[in-house]
């Protein structure tokens, strides 16, 4: 396919995604308009990641973006990687939140996002695969108001391990959506995606983070009270009932007990009649013992084997979760940003 490049409509770490037109597209093979994910070679295996894990997800879930292919280019002297994926006109869920000055979506409209986001989720955990980076930044929204996931270049195998060369310990994603078991025990599994899901729910919902945390101040804070004690993301007073039960599902501590994307897809505040607001009457009938009972995931609890670090780093022989965040807070700080991914402690 020969294409040109449009304009530019985001930036990432690791890439800038822009508008894409194809030149020759006699038999319509791609739509009129593409976003094309570009990197150069700082950026390349990250966009090898997303492609290969887009490959073996396939085009048939219409939770998440359609790759539509990939090409080489020379711009400016230098070897571009991209990837063309469909175009998403109204920007991620993110830059959409930032236009309406800090309110939240309408409930109905969060429920029926955080249905497609499961079954999207659904399909990256039964294809074997956790997505490791999931946030309003890396939700679409498209014309028709679609909603879907997007962005896998930290996406991984469940159970495969990333360590770094000299035994440091890499944090993915962003803080405020990392779950204590990512903070504690550097595990990023299908749980953590969950965990996560329950923090872009919060947001949608009421406009700001899951977790409060005053500006500038350092984000390891914020990790040790994600990781350590008892403390939970702020689960919104004015969602309704089921809203909050279903968040209190994504927010279990222990990632064995928290429900999976199969399990929530069953919830009451994704599966009921998407047009009622008001729901506050509806008995919820789904206990968590009830569930445990008869799993209804392809990922029985005891068989789903969590990634962890096997570098010999200290962390292994570390007994206690304010051990581990107690060592990540003593390593060299990083800038501590909301919205951007990788953090490497050492
Ligand atoms: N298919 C798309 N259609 C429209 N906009 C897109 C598309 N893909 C990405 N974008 C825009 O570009 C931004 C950056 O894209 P993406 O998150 O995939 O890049 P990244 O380099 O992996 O960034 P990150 O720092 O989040 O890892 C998104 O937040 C979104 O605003």
Known sequence: MEWVRGETIGHGTFS?????TPTNNAYGAF????????ADSHGAASL????????ILGNDCDGLVRCLGEDRTVENGEEMHNLFLEYASRGSLASHLKKLNGEGLPES?????TGSVLRGLRHIHAKGFAHCDLKLGNILLFGDGAVKIADFGLAKRAGEVTALMDGGVQIRGTPLYMAPESVNDNEYGSEADVWALGCAVVEMFSGKTAWSFKEGSHFMSLLIRIGVGDELPRIPEDLSEQGRDFLSKCFVKDPKKRWTAEMLLNHPFVAVDLDQDDLEGVDIQLKTEEVF??????????SWVSASCDSGTQYHTLEAPEERVATLAAGSIP???VTNNWVIVR
Not at 33 to 38: C, I, L
Not at 48 to 55: F, G, I, P, Q, Y
Not at 109 to 113: A, G, K, L, S
Not at 293 to 302: D, Y
């Open 16 to 20: 800038t995604v822009s508008l894409a």
């Open 31 to 38: 739509p009129q308009v593409m976003a094309v994910k570009s």
């Open 48 to 55: 090898a990641n997303e492609k290969w894990v887009l490959d």
């Open 109 to 113: 409209t969060v429920r029926r996002h």
């Open 293 to 302: 009972a008869s799993p209804r995931c392809p990922f029985e609890f005891s």
């Open 335 to 337: 800038d501590w940003s």
